[in-house]
């Protein structure tokens, strides 16, 4: 059931898209530019009963969310950049463990300390595993404020579906910025049963085990080939965008979130080429297949981000050389000027 | 004749891959007598460390999971908040709680969580074969202190019991060793108490074990039993460092 339309911030409803989606465990930690996502949930979580903590860093509060999960509970947790970083030991145990777990992460500038502007420069992080071993997590990528909330809701399930940890990859500005929004539940999967949560070895049940240590030789390989067939199937299945005006189109845009709303302004106000949008929904897995699919129909792609050039390299890998790949973006805090955008797209479009 | 000693039927009837000698057999068959006697196996969730004891699932039959090195008590902190009712033990060694797992350590305590920590403290790192712990002794010799623990170099040893002590949420911390008879059945008393205060929900208990590791002491087992109760409780004394169960608990 849709809710009314509200004006809240992108941090805010995350929070409050955990909490109808079923979450009843938060663990976070403050940083900008996330901390009103951690502020609504210290205030909201114990009226929907569950539990907040504050923990005592980004390291805690993945780690609280792994033995929330180890129960079978819907469990968040949330950091900007690098708190992320802090929190990819957990996310590689979780992913090993198979552990469900949403993790949100409102990116800002990086590297080190970085700065606290919006940023998109953990691209590489979030969709390349982020921690050790070989692992991939589902990384779902909004543009307004009230697709975070679509997407926060829509992750606890595919995170229970495929028991995986999701990323949910804003930035500052989606983050900080209020919009109207409405609150609408994702159509209802049909998730399996928590059959492996540890609830204690009751009515002579074995008893259970959340595990990623596995030292017989050849464990290691047959576990991870298992979660390599998983992902296979994620990656069949889950590729999401939105393509707009890819058909008229002489330069196809490629961006996602706040980027991708910079484009939509580039797409209005462009008068020496005609401009088409893919915008990526997930990140991981990438949606090559459209990507390829407009290449093969002769398109040139300009990639456009807020970061030093991240998706690009999945775009080129996408379109396989099929068709030329230029780059705009701005690292480090800020985001590419319209301008910059219409002048490289008119000169790809006539060279 | 009375049969007075069996085996414990959460102490699963496998060898464990223990070195001889090793204290962390006599540790689990303690969590696995309180566990039978209490009868609370279908509502106990344990929580294996990185270290030695990593596989203890594979000794004691109760719901486990595994934690991160030093993310054991993040990691219960989780599991009890969501199972308020059950009985949650981490079991830890000195590198895991003291060292990599202190924020972690002290911040579960200091948020009073109602749960266990049973403190395997032997003073070295067994599994990574034999550096030097934030416990180990002034002046022992161990892989990475070759010339004998240095506090002018590496400090000296934490006592976890008296480093904890000073939280007000911290309800029941003892130390005892596993060296005797007596000494084991202290321990015991020990856990069962951690136990009642767990159960009561009067906040964080914490039992530490002295413990033997002959193979990286280098000493024959007798030699390392007699070294815990001659030179080890020297600098880790014996006994109950805090226990404020009566006065919490009206």
């Known amino acids: 059931m849709t809710s009314e339309r509200i004006l809240i911030t992108g941090n805010e409803a995350a929070g409050k898209a955990a909490i109808l989606a079923g979450c009843r465990f938060y663990f976070g930690y403050p940083i900008t530019p996330q901390n009103e996502l951690t502020a609504y949930m210290a205030a909201h979580m114990p009226e929907a009963g569950g539990t907040f903590i504050q923990a005592e860093s ?64 953990d691209y ?82 074995e008893k259970r085990i959340i595990r990623s240590l596995f030292l017989k030789t050849g464990a290691l390989t047959e576990h991870v080939r298992k979660l390599q067939e998983k992902y296979a199937v994620i990656r069949e299945r889950e590729p999401r965008c939105e ?32 401009l088409g949008l893919i915008r990526p929904l997930t990140l991981w897995p990438f949606p090559e297949k459209t990507v390829r699919k ?41 985001a590419p000027a319209t301008s910059e955008i219409l002048e490289t797209a008119a000169a790809l479009a006539k060279g | 004749m009375a049969r007075t000693y069996r085996r414990p039927k959460t102490l699963l009837p496998v060898s464990t891959h223990y070195c001889a000698g090793c204290g962390h057999g006599i540790v689990h068959r303690l969590l696995a007598e309180i566990i039978e006697e209490r009868g609370i196996r279908d509502r106990t969730v344990a929580l294996a460390p990185v270290g030695c004891a990593v596989i203890a699932y594979d000794y004691i039959d109760v719901d486990f999971s595994e934690a991160a090195h030093g993310r054991t008590p993040a990691v219960a902190t989780g599991i009890k908040r969501a199972l308020p009712d059950h009985v949650v033990f981490c079991y830890q060694g000195d590198g895991d709680l003291a060292a990599i797992g202190t924020a972690e350590m002290i911040h579960a305590a200091n948020r009073g969580e109602n749960f266990t920590i049973v403190f395997v403290n032997n003073a070295v790192y067994g599994m990574t074969s034999g550096q030097m712990a934030p416990t180990t002794p002034v002046n022992m010799v161990t892989a990475t202190t070759p010339r004998g623990r240095n506090p002018a170099n590496e400090g000296c040893p934490i006592r976890v019991c008296e480093l904890l002590s000073s939280l007000e949420r911290t309800v029941f911390l003892a130390r005892g ?43 024959m087992p007798t030699d390392a039993m007699a070294h815990i109760d001659n030179e080890m409780t020297k600098t880790f004394p014996l006994g109950v460092v805090k226990d404020i169960s009566a006065e919490v608990g009206t």
């Open chain 1, 243 to 274: 393509e707009r005006n890819c058909e008229d189109a002489e330069v196809v845009l490629v961006a996602y979130g706040t980027s991708a709303r910079i484009c939509m302004d580039a797409m209005r106000q462009s008068r020496d080429a005609r």
């Open chain 1, 58 to 121: 980004e390291l805690a509060a993945i780690n609280m969310c792994f033995g929330a999960s180890a129960t079978g509970q819907r469990t968040m947790t949330s950091s900007g950049s690098p708190g992320i970083s802090l929190k990819q030991e957990g996310i590689s145990y979780c992913a090993c463990a198979q552990l469900p777990v949403v993790v949100v992460n409102v990116m800002r500038g990086g590297p080190g300390l970085g700065n606290i502007e919006p940023s998109q420069g």
């Open chain 1, 294 to 334: 407009w290449a093969e129909r002769g398109k040139k792609f300009l990639v456009v981000e807020m970061s030093a050039g991240q998706m690009v390299e999945d775009v080129r890998l996408a379109v396989e050389g099929r068709a030329p790949v230029a780059f705009v973006g701005r690292p480090a805090g800020g």
């Open chain 1, 124 to 205: 590489f992080q979030a969709t390349r595993g982020g921690g050790h071993g070989d692992y991939r997590t589902i990384v779902l990528a909004p543009a307004s404020v009230e697709e975070f909330a679509a997407f926060v809701m829509e992750a606890f399930d595919l995170a229970d579906l495929y028991r995986t940890p999701v990323l949910v990859l804003a930035d500052g500005q989606l983050g900080q910025m209020m919009e109207p929004a409405r609150f609408t539940p994702p159509p209802p999967r049909e998730l399996p049963e928590k059959d492996w949560a540890l609830t204690g070895a009751a009515n002579g049940r």
């Open chain 2, 177 to 219: 060793c596993v060296t005797s008879p007596k000494n084991i059945r202290q321990v015991k008393k020990y856990l069962l108490k951690a136990l009642d205060v767990q159960e009561k929900r009067l906040g964080f208990s914490l039992v530490e074990i002295l413990s033997p590791c002959p193979t990286y002491w280098r000493m």
